[in-house]
């Protein structure tokens, strides 16, 4: 039976496979996202549904800053020749 990507991912969540789905998140990082959900939003998730539940929102802030990054190339590159000068003084 052939099971698409998003299943996958799915699974490995439930296989203790947290890190190949959200990469960048150190064990720090989602113990932290897991205190700050249960702090400020009253959820209380299991650290897998708190590392899940970060790479979700990391992964959205991601996407809208791509889509803007091509709607407004000329920001960002006018940030990056700003940001060059700075670190080259």
Same mark, same amino acid.
């Given at each position: 039976?052939?099971?698409? *990507?998003?299943?996958? *991912? @799915?699974?490995?969540?439930?296989?203790?496979?947290?890190?190949?789905?959200?990469? !960048?998140?150190?064990?720090?990082?989602?113990?932290? $996202?897991? @205190?700050?959900?249960?702090e400020d939003w009253k959820i209380e998730y299991t650290y897998k549904k708190a590392a899940e539940a970060a790479g979700n929102w990391?992964?959205? $802030?991601?996407?809208?800053?791509?889509?803007?990054?091509?709607?407004?190339?000329?920001?960002?590159?006018?940030?990056?020749?700003?940001? !060059?000068?700075?670190? !080259?003084?």
């Amino acid at each position: 039976m052939k099971t698409c *990507k998003k299943e996958e *991912k @799915k699974r490995a969540i439930f296989n203790n496979e947290v890190t190949t789905i959200v990469p !960048n998140l150190s064990h720090e990082d989602i113990l932290r $996202w897991q @205190k700050h959900f249960k702090e400020d939003w009253k959820i209380e998730y299991t650290y897998k549904k708190a590392a899940e539940a970060a790479g979700n929102w990391l992964g959205f $802030w991601n996407l809208m800053l791509q889509c803007d990054m091509k709607q407004n190339p000329n920001y960002y590159k006018e940030y990056a020749s700003r940001r !060059n000068k700075k670190n !080259n003084v």
